[in-house]
């Protein structure tokens, strides 16, 4: 037994490799399979990404193998060897840190962590069990390292065939297009993948960003429309991961919304409503906001919370404030993740709320340490009671954010796990509330608009893709509840999250004049045929362009950002959006820029 350890020991590492990456997959179904409601949706794609891995150590070992030549040949063998030993060591820290922390061993982290030995030493120690099982974990790891490097290779036949076809298949596995379409993408890559800094981090050079500035400054045709002089009530409705799927009406696909649904057929809905990006906070950005594209120059896992997008001086707050309404912003989540409640502050809104409010004390904290949807609406009715009831009152605007609906998933009435269940319970809720703001008699002199933060957090599913094409990943529904517009009316011209604070603002004033992208939901005709863009999540760098003439994708790559394919768009129109593009990124920039003097004053 020990003779043919002794011969057969490069096989070792590899089987372990092997173990570990069945062990990835179980974490990985414990943990974002679980939230997004569908288990063994990542397994083969977990399966395909840590084979190059597992081809790569077996490559290596493969190479030490022969038999001793000259020292320098000798010192490769060696260097082979520690190459696969570090490899695997970082596959069982990354292993260790998605345990624990549910993320993956960034290498951005290791220089703030990586002083912090006391604290890494508590929480390996924690999962471990004790110090002493720690230490002597440690110990046999780096006993195996230093082992792997310097144990004496004798390989058979046998061993070296094994290695060989262990390799090809690793290459194989890894070559199968098996990825799922999933915005977090990062979750289940290897480690090496996740920590791959993507070409959205490289800036524009000095002499391209003036080059842009002045075909923008040069392209400048305001397109200026009369506006409705409102004074309105307004309540926007965030509806958490609300997608075209759950819907009947506006995709064919699931019915988990009917009585959303028959809101949208009685008032006004939208069928081309794309929304910018793939997160809660990326939503807030381009709603509120008004941002038609939120792209840091920075790796996801590097950008600061809301990086470039605080101090938006043109904001939807902002614009209602300025026709002297009153805002808030009302959720049953934490305002302190990612230092939300700063931001919105930020941003203009006049009062803002979230889970610590003393109303949500009597209900039961869910998903995301939130009370419930039907919480939320009871609040909201208070709020508007009090507003209605006052001597004097300004008209305002009241921004609800649901979090019922977010991963992962829990019905807050059965308190199962179920997507399905979930958006039900999110649309009985949500149908009650436009229900009870009909018998206040609210719609005299107000108007909801129902909105979606982002497509849902989980694969796109086949029947998505046949129905929508690439749009799958952007689309989501909306629908307008204003009792002068005509009953049943469906919008089918392109509009983007972000065009809430223009068409907001000419809805309010005397006239707004558009510029670059903007597009006006109000309208009901379409003359701007504008495009919307959208930062793809399963692909960072990325940029999905729906234009009513067509499609296409760019890439964000600095000075070399392109189109990589496209269909019916002139070589005008391509251009046209690659300006608007570095627009939106050299605006990001200079609020940046804007937020970084105003913090140092």
């Known amino acids: 037994m020990i003779a043919a350890i002794k011969r057969h020991w490069p096989l070792l590492p590899v089987l372990l490799l092997a173990t ?75 292993l260790f840190v998605t345990k624990q922390f549910g993320l993956r061993l960034f ?10 030995f006391s604290a890494v030493w508590d929480q390996y120690a924690g999962l471990i069990g004790n110090a002493w099982l720690a230490g002597l974990s440690i110990a046999s790891l780096a006993g195996a390292l230093i082992g792997l490097v310097f144990l004496r290779r004798n390989d058979g036949k046998i061993t070296r065939g094994l290695l060989a076809g262990t390799a090809v298949g690793g290459l194989l596995l890894g070559l199968m297009p098996w990825e799922p379409e999933y915005v977090n993408q990062w979750t289940y890559t290897n480690y090496l993948q996740a920590n791959h800094l993507s070409s959205e981090s490289v800036a524009y050079s000095g002499p391209a960003a003036d080059r842009w500035q002045q075909q923008i400054a040069a392209s400048r045709t305001p397109d200026c429309a ?27 696909i699931h019915d988990w919304t009917p009585g959303l649904d028959r809101v949208a057929q009685q008032h006004t809905r939208y069928e081309q409503f794309h929304a910018g990006g793939f997160s809660t906070s990326e939503g807030l950005v381009y709603l509120l906001g008004g941002v038609q594209l ?18 938006i001086g043109d904001s939807l707050p902002q614009v209602f404030k300025q026709h002297g309404y009153t805002t808030a912003f009302l959720t049953t989540g934490p305002l302190g993740f990612l230092n939300k409640g700063d931001w919105l502050a930020s941003l203009g809104f006049g009062y803002i709320e979230g889970n610590q409010h003393p109303f949500y004390d009597s209900f039961p904290k869910i998903s995301f340490h939130a009370a419930s ?36 998933y829990v019905d807050p009435v059965s308190r199962e796990r179920s997507m399905e269940k979930a958006f039900r319970y999110m649309d009985q809720t949500a149908a009650a509330f436009y229900d009870q703001l009909q018998r206040n008699g609210f719609f005299e002199n107000g108007i909801l608009l129902i909105v979606s933060d982002h497509r849902v957090m989980s694969p796109v599913i086949a029947a998505e893709h046949q129905r929508f094409g690439r749009e799958a990943r952007s689309l989501v529904p909306m629908i307008l509840v204003d009792p002068r517009r005509p009953a049943g009316e469906v919008v089918g011209q392109t509009l983007h999250q972000g065009d809430l604070r223009p068409s907001f603002s000419r809805w309010l004033g005397a006239e707004h004049c558009f510029l670059g992208l903007e597009s006006d939901i109000f309208s ?12 793809v999540g399963s692909e960072r760098g990325r940029v999905d362009v729906n234009c009513p003439a067509g499609h296409g994708s760019v890439k964000l790559d600095g000075d070399s950002t392109r189109f990589v394919d496209q269909t019916d768009l002139s070589s005008q129109q391509q251009q046209d959006i690659l300006m608007h593009i570095a627009e939106q990124r050299l605006l990001g920039l200079s609020r940046k820029a804007s937020d970084h003097d105003a913090k140092s004053q």
Not at 74 to 89: K, T, V
Not at 107 to 116: Q, S
Not at 373 to 378: G, V
């Open 294 to 311: 939120w792209a840091p120059f920075k790796h996801l896992m590097d950008a600061a919370a809301y990086d470039e997008a605080w101090h």
């Open 226 to 252: 009369p506006g409705d002089h409102e004074r309105r009530n307004v309540v926007v409705l965030i509806l958490e991961s609300w997608s075209m799927m759950h819907s009947r009406l506006f995709s064919g």
């Open 107 to 116: 290498f951005l982290d290791l220089k703030i962590f990586g002083l912090e």
């Open 373 to 408: 949807d039907e919480a939320l609406y009871q609040r909201a009715g208070q709020w508007i009671a009090e507003k209605k009831s006052a001597e004097r009152s300004d008209p305002y605007l009241l921004v609800l954010e649901t979090v019922s609906t977010h991963q992962p």
């Open 524 to 535: 009901r005709t379409d003359p701007r045929a504008n495009c919307a863009l959208h930062a």
């Open 20 to 94: 570990l990456i069945i062990v990835r997959i179980g974490l990985v179904r414990a943990g974002i399979g679980a939230y997004s409601d569908c288990a063994d949706c990542y397994d083969r794609a977990v399966l395909s990404s840590d084979a190059w891995l597992l081809a790569t150590v077996a490559i290596l070992l493969f190479l030490s193998g022969r038999q001793p030549g000259a020292r320098p040949w000798r010192l490769f063998q060696r260097i082979c060897q520690l190459a696969a030993g570090l490899i695997l060591l970082l596959y069982i820290a990354d």
